[in-house]
């Protein structure tokens, strides 16, 4: 089983050299994709008056965005953790 055996080497070749896996990737991403999302879902709703001049602040159509850009974040999360 060749293919089995080089899955082992590369794995055992990561973890030496400290290379992160695409589970860390998908988790950051999706972490910044969620704080990104609830921060325009703050500012949509009128919560978040930062920075002060933005256009976002009390737009309804930003909320909405803000929403689906934080499941996504957090599909991303969930996605990240449950993958072996």
């Not at 055992?12 to 704080?35: F, H, Q, S």
């Not at 256009?55 to 965005?65: L, Q």
């Not at 957090?74 to 996605?79: F, I, S, T």
């Given at each position: 089983m060749p293919?089995?055996r080089?899955?082992?080497c590369?794995?055992?070749?990561r973890?030496?050299?400290g290379?992160p896996?695409?589970?860390?990737?998908?988790?950051?991403?999706g972490?910044?994709?969620?704080?990104i999302?609830?921060l325009?879902?703050?500012?949509?709703?009128g919560y978040?008056?930062w920075p002060?001049?933005s256009f976002?602040?009390?737009?309804?159509k930003?909320a909405?965005?803000?929403?689906?850009?934080?499941?996504?974040?957090?599909v991303?999360?969930v996605?990240?953790r449950?993958?072996t």
């Amino acid at each position: 089983m060749p293919h089995s055996r080089c899955s082992v080497c590369y794995e055992r070749l990561r973890v030496e050299k400290g290379i992160p896996n695409m589970k860390t990737a998908w988790l950051v991403a999706g972490i910044v994709i969620l704080l990104i999302g609830l921060l325009w879902f703050g500012q949509g709703t009128g919560y978040i008056h930062w920075p002060a001049s933005s256009f976002m602040i009390n737009e309804t159509k930003w909320a909405w965005i803000g929403l689906g850009t934080g499941l996504i974040g957090a599909v991303l999360v969930v996605y990240s953790r449950r993958r072996t």
